[in-house]
Each structure stands twice: as C-alpha cells, then as structure tokens.
T-cell receptor, first 109, second 112 residues
Framework: QKEVEQDPGPLSVPEGAIVSLNCTYS??????FMWYRQYSRKGPELLMY????GNKEDGRFTAQVDKSSKYISLFIRDSQPSDSATYLC?????????FGAGTTVTVRA | NAGVTQTPKFQVLKTGQSMTLQCAQD?????MSWYRQDPGMGLRLIHY???????DQGEVPNGYNVSRSTTEDFPLRLLSAAPSQTSVYFC???????????FGNGTRLTVT
C-alpha cells in the first residue's frame, strides 16, 4: 500500500466550477502538507504549504488538512482554463517528501 | 536569477551506456535532491543532499550515484543505463531540509 493515495482522475470541469482534489495518507509521522501544480513538460511548483489541521486560503485556493482522518484536500474556486494542470499532493517528515501520483484537471472554457 | 537549471532537457541512451544529469542552482539552497517521475507512480526520491559533501539515499537509489562538491551543483550519474530507468528526472532544492522545494523543469530520459 502506498503511503499517499491520490485519485488520478482525470477531472474535467466547466470554467467557473469548484474543483475538489483529495489525498489520503497512512503515515502518522507526516508533519507538513503541500499541494504542487505541474503544467505539461514543466516541473512542479508549490501552491500551498501547511503544517496544521484546518483550512488555509490563498486567493482562489483553499487547502484543508484533517490529521485525525489522515485526509487533505485542495479546493479551487472560480476555476479558469489556466488552472488546467496536474495537481500533486505531498507530505513531509524529516528530510523526505512523499508525493501522491497526481490528479490531472482540465477546465473547459 | 535562473533558479534550478537542469541539463540536458532530453536524452536517449542505449542500454549499458553511462551519463550524468546536471543540476545547478543559484539560490544558495543547502538541500538538493533528485526525483524520478513515472506514470501512476508519482515522484520518487532517488538521492538527496543536505549540504556540500553530504549525500544520502532516497527511496529508489539503485543504479544511480551522486556527489555534492559545491553548494550550487548536484549531478546524478547513471552508471549503466537500463530500460527501467526511462523516466523524467527532476532536481529539487530547498533552503533547508524542511523548506518547500523548488523544482527544475526536468530531463526526459529514454533508454533503448
């Protein structure tokens, strides 16, 4: 069983919809939780970074962490075609990151 | 300010050949790492370094060597390429081990 599970999708939504992405994990030692966005043929770029349970907002993006359920989510409000990308969840303990496999999202104009 | 620079962008090797993937950063980050990305597998850590002269193995180190003689550079060596090493390789750096990572744009390697 993988330490981090992420639904690979793909997910296709109309412009303006709310995108909901989720990951579950099994390792209780994870302390830091991240979401990365990866455009085609590019490296991942950090979107959100948090280390506590609860919600964190940044513009149209909200990251949610529930440590008791070992579950994290990313919500994208008012989605735009430019949000079309692969979204990777990641969790960290000590020196190493563990990534989900990524969910590919397409926002249709 | 280039960030994280990876070269080459693309490479095709024959089985048994060796090569070095280059990674250079200009952010004075102490932490550098190499990941490979395969469909359905996500990103997997190959090797990492917490400073010049210090390296350690990640999740999938077999078939790869690294060294860190300077803060700026962290090359990844494939000793004898195998088709199983066909992948996209990313170098990622951080100010310190627990800082968020900055990724390069990858090297796409095909081993035939």
């Amino acid at each position: 069983q993988k330490e981090v599970e992420q639904d690979p999708g793909p997910l296709s939504v109309p412009e303006g919809a709310i995108v909901s992405l989720n990951c579950t994990y099994s390792n209780s030692a994870f302390q830091y939780f991240m979401w990365y966005r990866q455009y085609s043929r590019k490296g991942p770029e950090l979107l959100m970074y948090t280390y506590s349970s609860g919600n964190k907002e940044d513009g149209r993006f909200t990251a949610q962490v529930d440590k008791s359920s070992k579950y994290i989510s990313l919500f994208i409000r008012d989605s735009q075609p430019s949000d079309s990308a692969t979204y990777l969840c990641a969790m960290k303990t000590e020196y190493k990151l563990s990534f989900g496999a990524g969910t590919t999202v397409t926002v249709r104009a | 300010n280039a960030g994280v620079t990876q070269t080459p962008k693309f490479q095709v090797l024959k089985t048994g050949q060796s090569m070095t993937l280059q990674c250079a950063q200009d952010m004075n980050h102490e932490y550098m790492s190499w990941y490979r990305q395969d469909p359905g597998m996500g990103l997997r850590l190959i090797h990492y370094s917490v400073g010049a002269g210090i390296t350690d193995q990640g999740e999938v180190p077999n078939g790869y060597n690294v060294s860190r003689s300077t803060t700026e550079d962290f090359p990844l060596r494939l000793l004898s390429a195998a088709p199983s090493q066909t992948s996209v390789y990313f170098c990622a750096t951080g100010r310190e081990p627990n800082s968020p990572l900055h990724f390069g744009n990858g090297t796409r390697l095909t081993v035939t």
